[in-house]
């Protein structure tokens, strides 16, 4: 049996794979690649550099807790301080040696008889390594609407994920399409400058106040001072869980959700004056059936005379602008689409195609099976193969929390496989199946199964109408990580 290239390879090098990265090598695991799309790290913080763009969960829970910056200006840090800080994790940790930048992955299949995964890459080379480690995160393939027409606008077209800082906006007719997380934090952004800025809304988004603060000096000290990192950070997650973990995954027994529509509401009313667009910018779902937005200027934005809210469902694209059911086209210079990302798409998660054991592609085992995964990590039938961000994996907390709990399974996976001299590690199908039941069993509790989601379009739920979200609290997603049984998986040679 041959070597093979490496005895790990790590797709993409946004925080998912950096994480991957540090965790291997403190485990003594060094053998490994980085593949890396884009010329730089940081993955979403790379491709998302619209104006406004900040994190939305507080900046001390948003970072690795082995890795705790004294850098953040802001108590949410916006984007480019979040790419500084992947840099800076790369560097620390003496990662970019083993990054291959500028590279894209075509596909991967698993060799049976040489139990390697096989790596296409768009050079034209074919990599292999003895396991697979998919770090290629959610947030990176824009969504482009399914409109009529949207190839044919003339005028200049781009995607929040995509933007165009050549781009001169001033005195622009501009058009958004998408009221989603990023417009809420362009739209304030770019209304200012723009001459005109029509936002074409789909589903109106519940929108709270963010408490969005410069951190003043004692704060910045304490940042610099033994423990005070540790105690802010402590303060920060639990914050976090309460406000989504405790709230989402357990709605039905925790109340502290139910009355958050009045909260949404009251908001509405002290920032919107128009009585007919505060109509419209209300929703009419219940609070968690889809990702709220945090801004402290969103709303007040339609009150405006340059912004128009139009709800009328769009028609068509045409060469010069945006044309609605009733008739009505509006003209417009630039179209910005907000539309986000294809979060829960079977052929885009991960971003390439996995074929498995017995030539099974993961996408069709998804589409057959329902999105799920072994503790949101493993699927049988992909032996050697990982996943950061699975199916019933993510909690909704800091996503650094995730990437430290799935990364330390993974390890934990591929230390014991040496222990064994295994080539081959695979989560048996009782384990998976066992799994997955409990996540069947647990979901009644979240907040996602109130009668009015049906009319949020939210990006949570998948074409099954499942939510694949993990249920459960952090502390015990981390827990499980060190603690799931070991025989769970099969270890052979």
């Known amino acids: 049996m041959r070597v093979p290239d490496y005895h790990a390879l790590v797709v993409g090098a946004g925080f998912s794979g950096i994480g991957t990265a540090i965790t291997l090598d403190r485990a003594g695991l060094h053998d490994y690649l980085i593949v890396e799309a884009c010329d730089g ?26 890795e705790q910056s004294a850098e ?6 916006p984007g480019h301080e979040l790419k500084a800080y992947a840099e800076h994790c790369v560097d620390k940790y003496g990662l970019r040696p083993k990054i291959r930048f500028s590279t894209k992955v075509l596909g991967a299949s698993f060799d049976e008889s ?43 077209t781009m995607h929040t994920a995509r933007w165009d800082h050549t781009a001169d906006l001033t005195g622009k007719r501009v058009a958004i399409i998408g009221t989603g997380a990023s417009a809420v934090q362009v739209i304030p952004e770019i209304a200012p400058i723009v001459k005109q800025l029509t936002v074409f809304q789909r589903t109106p988004i519940w929108c709270f ?38 709230a989402a995954q357990y709605f039905t027994i925790n109340p502290m959700a139910k009355n958050m529509d009045k909260v ?37 934005t339609f009150n405006r005379d340059n912004v128009e809210l139009v709800t ?41 195609p996995v074929t498995g054991r017995g030539g099974q592609s993961l996408a069709r085992f998804w ?11 493993s699927m049988p039938g992909f032996p050697n193969f990982f996943t950061v961000f699975g199916p019933y994996g993510y909690v909704g907390s800091s996503y650094f929390a995730l990437i430290e709990a799935q990364t330390h399974h993974i390890v934990r996976c591929l230390k014991q496989a040496a222990r064994r001299r295994a080539t081959r590690v695979e989560v048996r199908q009782d384990a998976n199946d066992r799994y997955f039941a409990e996540m069947m069993r647990k979901r009644h509790r979240q907040i996602f199964w109130q009668d009015s989601c049906a009319l949020a379009n939210s990006y949570y739920f998948d074409k099954n109408g499942d939510v694949p979200l993990r249920p459960t609290s952090t502390v015990e997603a981390v827990w499980r990580s060190r603690r799931f049984p070991l025989d769970d998986y099969a270890f052979t040679s």
């Open 209 to 246: 106040p963010k408490a969005d603060l410069p951190l003043p000096r004692p704060a910045r000290l304490a940042m610099r001072i033994p423990g005070g990192k540790a105690v802010q950070r402590w303060l920060s997650q639990a914050y976090v869980e309460l406000t989504f973990p405790l």
């Open 41 to 66: 790290p940081g993955g979403t913080w790379y491709w998302n550099t619209y104006p406004g763009i900040a994190v939305d969960i507080p900046s001390f829970s948003y970072q690795f807790s082995f």
């Open 72 to 77: 953040w200006s802001r108590t949410y840090a």
């Open 312 to 352: 009328e469902p769009i028609d068509k694209i045409t060469g010069s602008g945006v044309a609605t059911t009733d008739g009505t086209t509006y003209e417009v210079d630039v179209l910005i689409l907000a539309t986000g990302f294809k979060v829960m798409d079977t052929d885009n998660v991960p971003t390439y």
């Open 367 to 377: 589409d057959e099976h329902r999105l799920q995964a072994y503790e949101g990590v």
């Open 114 to 156: 040489e139990n390697v995964w096989r790596v296409e890459l768009d050079s034209g080379e074919t990599l292999t390594s003895r396991f697979l480690v998919n770090a290629s995160g959610v947030l990176t393939v824009p969504n482009l609407p399914d409109i009529d027409g949207v190839d044919s606008f003339a005028g200049l």
């Open 264 to 300: 949404g509401k009251a908001y509405l009313r002290r920032e919107v004056h128009d009585p007919v667009v505060r109509d419209k910018l209300t929703p009419r779902y219940a609070v968690g059936c889809k990702r709220p937005g945090f801004h402290n200027t969103y709303l007040s």
